[in-house]
């Protein structure tokens, strides 16, 4: 399973950005995809995920609302839409998928494949 992470950058606070995550080797009938970001010298933390194949997203309330998690499953692409974005929200941004998870897990040792991380700066 490789998991590929894009889209971070720079971008002013109010702005959006829009992270994608190519996954390639995934066939299990079931996984979860979560999203985690790390700012430095602070833990990962986690964003937002979204469950295969039911599609049910679930997320942190430092982002609910403003970030939104979708799909396209002929792809294999998770996004990871990111309106509003706050200097805080500054950290690389990871995806990560968890093998057989039925519901989302906001604990990162439950995830079995990572991608490498993306870079997102939000400017004041």
């Known amino acids: 399973v490789q998991l590929q992470a894009s889209g971070g950058g720079l971008v002013q606070a109010g702005g959006s950005l829009r992270l994608s995550c190519a996954a390639s080797g995934l066939t299990f009938s079931s996984y979860s995809m979560g999203w985690f970001r790390q700012a430095p010298g602070k833990e990962r933390e986690f964003v937002g995920g979204?469950?295969?194949?039911?599609?049910?997203?679930y997320y942190s309330d430092s982002v609910k609302g403003r970030f939104a998690i979708s799909s396209d499953n002929a792809k294999n692409t998770v996004y990871l839409q990111m309106n509003s974005l706050k200097p805080e929200d500054t950290a690389v941004y990871y995806c990560?998928?968890?093998?057989?998870?039925?519901?989302?897990?906001?604990?990162?040792?439950?995830?079995?494949?990572w991608g490498q991380g993306t870079q997102v700066t939000v400017s004041s």
């Open positions: 990560a998928a968890r093998v057989g998870g039925v519901v989302v897990s906001t604990t990162p040792r439950d995830y079995h494949y």
């Open positions: 979204i469950t295969w194949p039911s599609g049910i997203t």
